[in-house]
């Protein structure tokens, strides 16, 4: 086991619908790409809670009779991603504990940098750790909070973090959302049908045909309940710091994120690098799938003739997030394949995110 950052994970969240858990599934589907190592879904009725995590992509994970046994008009769901180390079924989320404060489950996508202190701290004051996952952390924060309410041991943990987070917590009545100060993650809420939800990314949003409202601001706190959304804002507020990784690479291209289409973003990063570094070339070829859209950006800004002269295997997922680097390496050789005849004697403008 080990304690490297799990930091890019796919997070869902929906309340006030008959089928909440299968739409968390098909949210969970559209959020694949955020992870590949687990995928879990808890779910609640108002009285009883139901969970199920399983190791592998969402369709391994899940199967008709489990769905089935997901009751409840609301549930929260999770993808896991991880970069090295083991793969543990106990490190899958969400998470999920009882407390004096009544059960949480918790989904968390991000990296908290002060992980190790706080774990430390609290083992030392005899909290045992089922997990190596620096989300169990706010479970233990939000038990041991001398707080009555559960919002407000939920501000208090929070203000106790630094770091990535985007939370979907769950409890017997709520649904409630959390974004760090900075917003270095995205996390977007929707309707749909006159319930809520909550998703990594608006492509979620639109599998399961809800509407896009806006996005979860830095450093707010959404409360979801029967008494409908309730927003917080209670700490100071941060410089925004978003991640130019999920422009480049890591959200799927029909997302919006931070206010702006990923497709249209990595376009228009292909005509600056076109403008900044211009070619006497033949052609130009992404290396797929991320490095498309600003292939045709470069193409379209430098008039050269845009190939796909690297075919995928899409039968291999994203090797950037295997948990080794033996088996990105090896998943890189199966993945793809050039075309030769194209490629024969030309100069070649590659483009790679």
Not at 33 to 48: K, L, M, N
Not at 110 to 138: H, P, Y
Not at 150 to 170: I, R, T
Not at 307 to 329: K, L
Request: charged share 20%; net charge neutral; hydrophobic share 40%.
């Amino acid at each position: 086991m080990n304690n490297y950052p799990k930091d890019k994970c796919g997070v869902f969240g929906i309340f006030g619908h008959p089928h909440a858990a299968r739409l968390t599934y098909l949210g969970l589907y559209a959020l694949q790409h955020r992870g590949q190592e687990s995928a879990g879904i808890v779910s609640c009725d108002g009285a009883d809670v139901y969970s199920h995590r399983g190791m592998g992509l969402v369709a391994e994970a899940f199967t008709e009779e489990i769905l089935s046994s997901l009751k409840g008009h609301f549930a929260t769901g999770h993808v896991r991603y991880s970069t090295t180390g083991s793969s543990l079924l106990i490190n899958a989320q969400p998470f999920l504990v009882e407390t004096s404060k009544g059960f949480i489950a918790v989904s968390h996508n991000g990296n908290l940098v002060n992980s190790r202190s706080l774990r430390s701290s609290l083992e030392k004051k005899g909290a045992i750790f089922q997990s190596t996952m620096d989300s169990e952390i706010i479970v233990h924060l939000i038990a041991r909070s001398r707080k009555k309410s559960f919002e407000e041991a939920l501000v208090d943990s929070l203000s106790k973090l630094k770091g990535a987070y985007c939370f979907v917590f769950m409890t017997r009545d709520s649904i409630i959302a959390a974004r760090d100060p900075n917003g270095f993650r995205p996390l977007c809420l929707g309707l749909l049908d006159g319930g809520f939800v909550i998703a990594s990314e608006t492509c979620a949003l639109d599998l399961v045909q809800a509407k896009y409202v806006r996005d979860v601001e830095p450093g707010e706190i959404l409360i979801i309940n029967k008494e409908g959304l309730h927003s917080k804002k209670p700490f100071p507020p941060a410089r925004h710091s978003f991640c130019i990784f999920e422009f480049i690479y890591f959200a799927r291209p029909d997302s919006s994120i931070f206010g702006q289409s990923v497709y249209l973003a990595r376009k228009n990063l292909g005509y600056h690098l076109a403008r900044e570094s211009p070619c006497d070339a033949d052609l130009v070829m992404p290396i797929p799938d991320s490095g498309n859209y600003a292939a045709l950006g470069f193409s379209e800004e430098s008039g050269l003739p845009f190939e796909m002269a690297f075919v995928r295997n899409h039968y291999i997922g994203r090797t950037f997030i295997q948990p080794s680097q033996f088996i990105r390496d090896f998943g890189v050789k199966v993945k793809l394949n050039p075309v030769k005849e194209v490629l024969k004697d030309k100069r070649i403008v590659v483009v790679e995110d």
